[in-house]
């Protein structure tokens, strides 16, 4: 099983962009389904995005599609979550999400097996 560190975290200026990454360990990597989430003080942790094994297909949650954008580079074992336009919405702590085979349109937090600790993303105004 994997192990999985964020980074890239910070404060940003609405309409400003943020790149994170999250590190896996391991030589599996490549066969596991990543997707990032995120969770707001007092909401529920939700969806963002996933990138199935080899990274051919993606897939987003309606909020935030066209401004993120999900990838991984299996040669380092990482995978990363650009974003772009971010609006005061936008700020929670991501966490990274993993598990192997996993069918990359699957959405809920529960299906994921192997997380993150989080990393806060803040948006001024």
């Known amino acids: 099983q994997v192990q999985l560190v964020e980074s890239g975290g910070g404060l940003v200026q609405a309409g400003g962009s943020l790149r994170l990454s999250c590190a896996a360990s391991?030589?599996?990597?490549?066969?596991?389904?990543m997707a990032w989430f995120r969770q707001a003080p007092g909401k529920e942790r939700e969806f963002a995005a996933s990138?199935?094994?080899?990274?051919?297909?993606?897939y987003y949650a309606d909020s935030v599609k066209g401004r993120f954008t999900i990838s991984r580079d299996n040669a380092k074992n990482t995978v990363y979550l650009q974003m772009s336009s971010l609006k005061s919405e936008d700020a929670a702590v991501y966490y990274c999400?993993?598990?192997?085979?996993?069918?990359?349109?699957?959405?809920?937090?529960?299906?994921?097996?192997?997380w993150g600790q989080g990393t806060q993303v803040t948006v001024s105004s």
């Open positions: 391991g030589r599996t990597f490549n066969t596991y389904t």
């Open positions: 999400a993993a598990r192997r085979f996993l069918a990359a349109t699957t959405m809920t937090a529960g299906d994921y097996d192997t």
């Open positions: 990138i199935s094994w080899r990274g051919k297909n993606t």
